[in-house]
């Protein structure tokens, strides 16, 4: 092997690591759960009991108050869980990698004792530690160092944009099902403008608002994803024509770091049973795009030794 990678990524360390920011991420995604349920099917539940019970309609009307402010708490609440969780995932990337850590963009390194408990934890509740091996594609190994690191990059980048675009478009018609739901709903008790109001108008609110959002936050992510892609993909052309020296790459490649640092504290999250529905196929998929660019990267490599 020309690099450390496919070794480094499978270390004891290492995989603690991807468990402890798994952990924590998921417990964000927790929260996000709790969000959904309070904003979905309990804002149904009480719709339809409003329609049976009008005197409640009103109190129905102070749920959907409480929730749409109630999704300030747990969004600050999951964002703290995201940067930790972030913060471990860079400190595996920047020595699996081989990058140095960017202190004055990232901050200071997550402390040991969060690793630890969150690795404990994560094994505690049941989590597979041998579906976090080879966390990149192993066929990196033959190609220097330099170009593997970008292969890797764009891997990790290409899998999160297809995830997110195909999660933020069920969000939205999800929502927007819910919403004709109760709307139809409505129609059919032909009930009062007050009682549209507040049987129907305002639950739906928290419901349209969250799916609206998910939808708005995972396009702009998705197009950030795709733009930081074309990114390593110019550097790419650039590596494989020395058109820029090997040093320039790995200041490339530790300024494009930062971004995805960036991307990965304030992304919305995504839940881990379409992450694992997805898991498989898209994993196939990053493998055989990654053998495509060794294979392009050993033919240049050839052709620049003879």
């Given at each position: 092997m020309l690099?450390?990678?496919?070794?480094?990524q499978?270390?004891?360390?290492?995989?603690?690591?991807?468990?402890?920011?798994?952990?924590?991420?998921?417990?964000a995604?927790?929260?996000?759960?709790?969000?959904?349920?309070?904003?979905?099917?309990?804002?149904i539940?009480?719709?339809?009991?409003s329609?049976l019970?009008?005197?409640i309609?009103?109190?129905q009307a102070?749920?959907?108050l409480?929730?749409v402010?109630?999704?300030?708490?747990?969004?600050?609440?999951?964002?703290?869980?995201?940067?930790q969780a972030?913060?471990?995932?860079?400190l595996?990337d920047?020595?699996v990698l081989?990058?140095?850590?960017?202190e004055?963009?990232?901050?200071?390194?997550?402390d040991v004792?969060?690793?630890i408990?969150?690795?404990?934890n994560f094994?505690?509740?049941?989590?597979?530690?041998?579906?976090?091996?080879?966390?990149?594609?192993s066929i990196?190994?033959?190609?220097?160092l330099?170009?593997?690191?970008?292969?890797?990059?764009?891997?990790?980048?290409r899998?999160?944009?297809?995830?997110?675009?195909?999660?933020?478009?069920?969000a939205?018609?999800?929502s927007?099902?819910?919403?004709?739901?109760?709307?139809?709903i409505?129609l059919?008790?032909?009930?009062?403008?007050e009682?549209f109001?507040?049987?129907?108008?305002?639950?739906?609110?928290p419901?349209f608002?969250?799916?609206?959002?998910?939808?708005?936050?995972?396009n702009e992510?998705?197009?950030?994803?795709?733009?930081?892609k074309?990114?390593?993909?110019?550097?790419?052309e650039a590596?494989?024509?020395?058109?820029?020296?090997?040093?320039?790459?790995?200041?490339?490649?530790?300024?494009?770091?930062?971004e995805?640092?960036?991307?990965?504290?304030?992304?919305?999250l995504?839940f881990?049973?379409?992450?694992?529905?997805?898991?498989?196929?898209?994993?196939?998929?990053?493998?055989?795009?990654?053998?495509?660019y060794?294979?392009?990267?050993?033919?240049?490599?050839?052709a620049?030794f003879?």
């Amino acid at each position: 092997m020309l690099n450390s990678i496919p070794e480094l990524q499978n270390s004891k360390l290492q995989i603690e690591r991807l468990a402890a920011q798994r952990f924590i991420y998921s417990s964000a995604k927790r929260a996000q759960s709790f969000q959904l349920i309070l904003t979905i099917p309990l804002t149904i539940a009480l719709s339809l009991l409003s329609l049976l019970f009008p005197l409640i309609a009103p109190w129905q009307a102070i749920y959907g108050l409480v929730v749409v402010l109630l999704e300030n708490v747990l969004e600050a609440y999951q964002r703290n869980l995201r940067q930790q969780a972030a913060k471990i995932q860079e400190l595996f990337d920047c020595e699996v990698l081989t990058l140095p850590w960017n202190e004055l963009e990232i901050g200071i390194k997550p402390d040991v004792e969060l690793v630890i408990e969150s690795f404990h934890n994560f094994v505690q509740k049941g989590g597979k530690l041998d579906k976090l091996s080879n966390w990149y594609p192993s066929i990196v190994g033959k190609v220097p160092l330099h170009l593997a690191r970008l292969i890797c990059q764009r891997t990790s980048l290409r899998w999160d944009y297809q995830l997110r675009r195909w999660f933020g478009k069920r969000a939205l018609i999800l929502s927007l099902t819910v919403v004709a739901i109760l709307f139809a709903i409505s129609l059919w008790n032909q009930l009062s403008l007050e009682s549209f109001i507040l049987s129907a108008l305002i639950p739906a609110l928290p419901v349209f608002s969250w799916g609206l959002r998910e939808f708005q936050k995972q396009n702009e992510v998705a197009v950030e994803l795709e733009r930081l892609k074309s990114h390593v993909e110019d550097f790419w052309e650039a590596s494989i024509t020395s058109r820029i020296s090997i040093r320039q790459i790995e200041t490339k490649s530790r300024a494009l770091q930062d971004e995805i640092y960036d991307l990965r504290r304030d992304n919305p999250l995504i839940f881990d049973s379409v992450y694992n529905y997805f898991r498989l196929r898209y994993e196939f998929i990053a493998t055989k795009g990654a053998e495509e660019y060794v294979k392009e990267a050993l033919v240049f490599l050839d052709a620049s030794f003879h």
